[in-house]
């Protein structure tokens, strides 16, 4: 038996031994290409950044900026070395890239090797400095094209893609937020996120190589606020006609109440036909005082007042039909009927419901394609709660397959061992993969659900039971029961339009909320429920 209890523990040392020796042995796997002439812009970071970005000089942008080794590997990415700080940085492209023109390829790695608490982890591409910015001086102000990336903080869990586009009609330029965005990954681990922009108005977003999600840029329903206005908008002058009767059903004036109907009689009677059980102990208390009890030697009658034993349930009436007095029950009074009313009909001056008549909107304007402003710089400019961020392989290029080049010879060794070096943590803390494998299917598939748009208002609920199961394996299958009954709950609120099957009772709990990162939403989720649970009495048995 002892050999037996042995083998797991000897297959996870062996599997870590093989992540160091592999990870010994295929750094030089994680390291760039040398020929970045595909590439319109390409940052490995394998080189100090000092120098060759600009880092902010204001004065709430206190966080200081490393170049560090990712951990367990040989190569390098830009660093976020302090909690709780701001973030800000810049580098300046020596020639600004075009959006208007042919594929766009935006692509980064990132890594949360502490978690993501709260904070971002995104790329702001910024628009030249004409626009009103200065390197030393890069904030949140700062004029930008574009924003992409991770961003978690409360109800806040989404890959962000935001694009700014001056309005033709107003020239104001507006933010404009990609609806429904995929979430971001809860694990430790490298990730790249690619944005690729096609001439035809298309977006994809990859996470891993994986295509998340999928927008058009001209469509209402991919964004909000949409890039085109609508055509038509209800006219603010109309008003509805005071004798607009939008009351589908009235009751029925022709109606009279009847004369048999009592609105005196009780809802319910007593039941004249019911007869005490036999074996109901009438001169039997419900309870008794305690035997066992006694009067502490403390206790002084004076300034404590008389002492009394506590009561507890009297053991006689377990065996028998009921104790105390007997009384005969209710029931419900079949001359019952309630306050009457006039039955409802069909209203003969039902006009529906009053709507404004729709005008011309004179905000409206056509685009056969966005008028992106150019990329002359990228910003990374970030506050977050967790250190241990760290940005690497920055990519800008013109053609999806040099994205996926990269994405291979970059990112997908890394994330190769990195997967590898869990799996054997995974498998030495458990003893086998079996729990570890299934939990890490059921997470997945619980995200993945969680992703579905209807359940957006729902998000952060579902994330943090989700998360709380990551992190407590030992309470992992009663924490999937609160997720399931939040899902059956959310459900049948859709069907029944707001009533709840179930409660599910929460203790409180407190979440952090993120600052506004270049206009992007970040909401605060604080839920606290008290539950108080009144001391139970044995009910009184009557039938």
């Not at 085109?228 to 002058?237: Q, Y």
């Not at 966005?370 to 990374?380: R, S, V």
């Not at 009954?485 to 069907?495: A, C, G, K, Q, T």
Request: proline share 8%.
């Amino acid at each position: 038996m002892g050999e037996r209890k042995g083998i797991p523990i000897a297959l996870g040392l062996l599997a870590m031994l093989l992540f160091f020796i592999a990870s010994s042995s295929s750094s030089h796997l994680v390291r760039a290409s040398d020929d970045a002439d595909d590439a319109i812009f390409y940052e490995s970071f394998d080189e100090d950044f000092d120098g060759r970005w600009i880092v902010s000089d204001k004065e709430d942008y206190n966080g200081v900026w490393k170049h560090a080794k990712s951990d367990g590997h040989d190569d390098y990415g830009l660093l976020v070395s302090e909690q709780a700080r701001k973030y800000a940085i810049v580098k300046k492209l020596d020639e600004p890239v075009s959006l208007k023109d042919g594929t766009v390829v935006l692509q980064f790695e990132t890594r949360l090797q502490n978690g993501l608490e709260c904070g971002g982890a995104y790329i702001k591409y910024l628009r030249p400095q004409e626009s009103g910015w200065k390197p030393k001086e890069f904030d949140n102000e700062s004029p930008y094209s574009i924003m992409f990336g991770p961003d978690k903080c409360g109800a806040t869990n989404k890959v962000h893609f935001i694009f700014k586009h001056k309005n033709p009609k107003s020239g104001e330029y507006v933010e404009h937020h990609l609806k429904y965005p995929p979430s971001v990954p809860s694990d430790k681990l490298t990730h790249v996120y690619t944005a690729i922009l096609k001439p035809d108005n298309e977006l994809q977003i990859l996470i891993d190589g994986e295509e998340k999600k999928k927008a058009n840029f001209l469509s209402s329903e991919d964004f909000e606020p949409p890039l085109i206005p609508s055509k038509t908008i209800p006219d603010p002058d109309d008003k509805k006609p005071e004798d607009w009767d939008e009351r589908a059903k009235i009751p029925d004036p022709s109606a009279v109440k009847p004369d048999d109907w009592d609105e005196d009689a009780p809802m319910e009677i007593l039941d004249e036909e019911a007869e005490k059980p036999e074996g109901w102990l009438d001169d039997e208390p419900e309870e008794i005082d305690d035997p066992e009890a006694t009067k502490p030697e403390d206790w002084d009658d004076e300034e404590d007042g008389e002492w009394e034993a506590p009561k507890i349930e009297n053991p006689k009436c377990e065996a028998a039909p009921g104790c105390g007095e007997w009384k005969r029950p209710m029931k419900r009074n079949p001359a019952y009927k309630g306050k009457w009313s006039a039955p409802y009909i069909d209203n003969p001056n039902y006009k529906g419901i009053w709507k404004p008549r729709e005008i011309p909107n004179p905000e409206y304007f056509e685009l056969e394609k966005p008028d992106f402003e150019p990329i002359a710089a990228l910003g990374i400019e970030i506050w977050t709660m967790q250190d241990g961020i760290l940005f690497d392989n920055i990519l800008i290029a013109n053609d999806d397959k040099v994205a996926e080049s990269y994405r291979e010879t970059t990112w997908k060794p890394k994330f190769t061992i990195e997967k590898e070096k869990q799996k054997a943590e995974d498998e030495a803390a458990t003893g086998s993969d079996g729990i570890a494998g299934f939990q890490k299917k059921v997470f997945d598939l619980l995200y993945k659900i969680a992703d579905i748009p209807f359940l957006s208002d729902h998000k952060s609920k579902i994330y943090d039971l989700i998360e709380k199961a990551e992190k407590q394996p030992n309470l992992t299958i009663g924490i999937l029961v609160a997720v399931v009954v939040v899902f059956v709950s959310i459900f049948f609120r859709l069907i029944f339009g707001g009533k709840k099957p179930a409660k599910v009772e929460k203790k409180p709990e407190r979440t952090e909320a993120s600052n506004n990162q270049g206009g992007a939403e970040n909401e605060e989720n604080k839920e606290k429920e008290e539950a108080s649970n009144a001391p139970r009495r044995r009910p009184r048995r009557e039938d």
